[in-house]
Structure formats: structure tokens, C-alpha cells
């Protein structure tokens, strides 16, 4: 992690002439697989990365958010009654939309100065959006001792985006950061909400999962990505199901008489088989056989759902050719990162992409180490009372945060409600609502 708390309490001494109360950290994610499957209530398996967002936060009396950020200028000053949705545009959308979603559900949600860091790079895929969102909602979480769990907590992280910023995403995002554990990633049922950690350590296995920021720029926010959630409920519609979650059959989407709809549900439903095939692997310890997964899920993405870029798809095929296992697309397209399962010395994958870029006169991509890495915590907290002169009073600790904090500095008292990993075996058992997959939907070609 470059970030640190130091830095982000520094930035806001000066700013606010104060130390804060506190530093929260909440980690952008990688989704290992399981692409748009989120939203049609499937299953995902994101990990955390060891970047992401730090909020440095002190409460107010004055029921204001001022809210800066190093990377997006500011300040955005947001008077917190009467906000609503559209009343805030741009970055300050994110946080201001948390504050709102907690106030909108009842939590003791007042004014706060925030300054947020980051080091995840904007539009790469990479949940920027959902982690300035989760630090935001733990810093007024722990502020105001709001103990609300954290799946209720991403609930309304999301409901920010959807509602305050206007894009239509699903949970993966927000759950990632807040549920993930370092050496874990989260299996996620999104039509239960249930959670399962799942132990994912490609170091133990010899291999490495390598992030390559392909330079493409995204924003969910234009459009594509709420057109292609409208195309899946219109399948599921069309298959008489309530969501493609409840279709098990990659094949039975050929029943759908547009063609354009028919590819996409057939992502989805493998999608979805992939991500429990993927959990099985991990459970038998094969993390090498996440390979072929990635490269089918790339495929599906690119030839069915057709989210993927030329970018991605040059960076895919040039891993693969250099001795990645599998690599694919990852979030919701259109621009971002591609992530390749490599070898520990990954300096073949690396070479090849670069020459495939330099091939096309394309400046270099970018490579990140991706570690399966903590979630969202509070990294520190100062423990004089802040003598803010805008603190509701500033002789007397808050009554729920200082009594918290001197309780044990790790993790807050939130708990994700998460389960352990079962045996394959086990786990198929319990599984009812689980789909039996057939067939991978389409053996993939490469791109050229
Ligand atoms: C974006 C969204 F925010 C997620 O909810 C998810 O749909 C993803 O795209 C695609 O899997 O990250």
C-alpha cells in the first residue's frame, strides 16, 4: 500500500487547521471472475487489492460535508439536509451520495471534513468509485457510532452510485471492498447476499495474478453499461425467469429469439458456471486451472457480451502467447485492465504485452502487483480529541468513537457476515439454488 495514513492526516492539518479524527482505508478490487453477473443476482469472486482510497475524517456540528480530495481539486462544501439525488454532481457525488444513503436509512449521519486519497488509477476497472464510496462509509460509520454490519453498509455504498451518480451497478463492488480478507477472495451470492471467503494464495502455487492497466479509460457512467443491464433482464423476459441467475443451462439461451440477447444471457449463465467452477479449483488447491477459465471468460466478454476493447483484447492474447495461464478482461468494460494469471517470474508476460503495444504504436501499458489483500479498516486513530472549532463540542470525546477505538485499534466492531470455505463436496451439497452448468458456452477463438 503507497498510501498512507500520515500523509492523508497531514494534507489534513493543513487543510483544517486540525488533526482529524481518524484515517480510514477501503481497497479497490480485482474480480477474479464472474463478469456482469452480479446484477442478474449470480455469483463473483473478487479480491481486494493493496490499493484503494484513504479517508482522512473529522465529524462537524454544522450538518456540512466538506469533502477534498488530492486527486479531483475541490473543495465540494455540501450542506447535508435536503440533499438529494442530482443535488450533487461529479467526484463529490460518491461521497456526498454515502452521507445521503446512511441519513436516507435512518443512521445518525452528521457533518464531516474528509480528505480522500487515492491510489488506484481513475477509470481502470479497478473499483475507484466503490472504494472512495467505502471509505466514506466507514469513516461516518466509526464517526458517528453507527454499528451497521458491513453488507448493509455496501447496500448503501451502492445505493449512493446507483441513485446520487446514476449508474445502475451491482454489489460486487462494494462488497469487495468492505467483506474481502487478506489471502482470500469472496464468493459472493448476489441474489442471498451471502458471502464466503475463499482462500486464493497463487504465491504458494508458484504463479502470481498480474494486473495490466491497458491505458483504455472507462466510466460507467455513458451509458453502454446500463444498456447491457437492460439487454440481460430483457433475455431473462424472454426465458420466462426472473433473472438469468435462475438459468443453469448455458445452451437453453439459444431459445431466445434475438440473437443480440441470446449471446448476451449465454455470457451470463456461463459466466456463472465459471465462478463456481473457479471455487471448485481453489478448493482442490489447482490454482493453475483458473487459466483456461480466464481465457473462456475473456472470450465470453468479448464475443458475447461484447464489452471487451481492442486494448484488452491485444493485452489478453499477448499474456497468454508470453506464458500467462489465462488472462481476461475485468469490471464492466469498455476500457480498464486486463488481469493475467502469470508465472512468479513474470518477466516473459510483461515483455510480450509491451511489444504487442509498441506493435500498434501504443504507449506502454502499466503492470500492478495484485496481492489478495485486506478489506476496508480504519488504519488510524488520533487519540486526543480534535480541538476542531466546528466540532459539536470540542472538550468532550465522542461518546461511541473514543470508547470503540480504545477497545482494540484493528478492525471495527462491524462484522462481515461471512462464512468459511467448505469442501467442494460439502458445499455442493448445500448448494440449492446453485445452476448445474453444462458446457462452456464458446470455445474461443483468439484474437488476431
Ligand atoms: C462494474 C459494476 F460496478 C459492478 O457492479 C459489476 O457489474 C461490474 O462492473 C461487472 O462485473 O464494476
Not at 406 to 434: C, E, I, K, Y
Request: aromatic content about 4%; overall charge positive; some cysteine.
Amino acid at each position: 500500500m503507497s498510501l498512507t495514513a500520515g500523509q492523508a492526516a497531514g494534507r489534513f492539518r493543513t487543510w483544517h487547521g486540525a488533526e482529524p479524527e481518524g484515517v480510514w482505508h477501503a481497497p479497490g478490487r480485482v474480480n477474479l471472475i464472474g463478469e456482469h453477473t452480479d446484477y442478474n443476482n449470480g455469483w463473483v469472486l473478487p479480491f481486494a487489492l493493496d490499493r484503494g482510497v484513504v479517508a482522512a475524517a473529522s465529524r462537524r456540528g454544522d450538518d456540512v460535508l466538506d469533502i477534498r480530495s488530492l486527486q479531483s481539486g475541490g473543495p465540494a462544501v455540501v450542506p447535508l439536509p435536503g440533499l438529494r439525488p442530482g443535488g450533487v454532481t461529479g467526484w463529490a457525488a460518491y461521497p456526498a451520495g454515502v452521507a445521503w444513503a446512511m441519513r436516507e436509512a435512518g443512521l445518525p449521519v452528521g457533518g464531516a471534513s474528509l480528505v480522500i486519497d487515492s491510489d488506484l488509477p481513475q477509470g481502470a476497472g479497478l473499483s475507484s468509485s466503490a472504494a472512495i464510496e467505502c471509505a466514506v462509509a466507514i469513516a461516518l460509520a466509526d464517526l458517528y457510532g453507527a454499528d451497521v454490519p458491513r453488507t448493509e453498509l455496501a447496500a448503501l455504498a451502492r445505493r449512493a452510485e446507483n441513485e446520487m451518480v446514476g449508474v445502475p451497478s451491482g454489489i460486487m463492488d462494494q462488497s469487495a471492498s468492505l467483506l474481502c480478507e487478506a489471502g482470500h477472495a469472496l464468493l459472493l451470492d448476489c441474489r442471498s447476499g451471502q458471502s464466503t471467503r475463499v482462500p486464493f494464495d497463487p504465491a504458494a502455487a508458484g504463479l502470481a495474478l498480474l494486473v495490466v492497466d491497458t491505458g483504455a479509460r472507462h466510466a460507467l457512467t455513458d451509458g453502454r453499461y446500463a444498456q447491457r443491464r437492460a439487454e440481460c433482464e430483457q433475455a431473462a423476459r424472454a426465458l420466462g425467469v426472473p433473472s438469468l441467475r435462475d438459468v443453469a443451462d448455458p445452451a437453453r439461451t439459444a431459445a431466445i429469439g434475438d440473437p443480440v440477447l441470446a449471446r448476451r444471457a449465454r455470457h451470463v449463465v456461463s459466466d456463472n458456471c465459471r465462478v463456481l467452477a473457479a471455487v471448485d479449483l481453489l478448493g482442490a488447491g489447482d490454482v493453475a486451472g483458473l487459466g483456461p477459465l480466464l481465457h473462456d471468460s475473456h472470450a465470453s466478454l468479448r464475443d458475447d457480451f461484447e464489452v471487451s476493447w481492442p486494448q484488452a483484447d491485444v493485452a489478453a492474447d499477448a499474456a497468454e502467447r508470453g506464458g500467462a495461464l489465462g488472462a481476461r478482461m475485468v469490471g464492466g468494460g469498455f476500457g480498464g485492465s486486463v488481469i493475467a494469471l502469470v508465472p512468479a517470474d513474470d518477466a516473459a508476460v510483461r515483455a510480450a504485452v509491451r511489444a504487442a503495444y509498441a506493435g500498434r504504436g501504443w504507449a506502454p501499458p502499466t503492470f500492478l502487483d495484485a496481492p489478495p489483500s485486506a478489506g476496508a479498516r480504519r488504519i488510524l486513530l488520533i487519540l486526543t480529541p480534535p480541538p476542531h472549532p466546528s466540532s459539536p463540542d470540542p472538550t468532550t470525546p465522542p461518546k461511541t468513537f473514543w470508547p470503540r477505538g480504545s477497545r482494540g485499534r484493528g478492525r471495527p466492531r462491524t462484522r462481515a457476515r461471512s462464512g468459511t470455505w467448505q469442501s467442494p463436496r460439502t458445499r455442493r451439497r448445500s448448494r440449492a439454488n446453485s445452476p448445474i452448468c453444462g458446457a462452456p458456452s464458446t470455445p474461443s477463438p483468439r484474437s488476431a
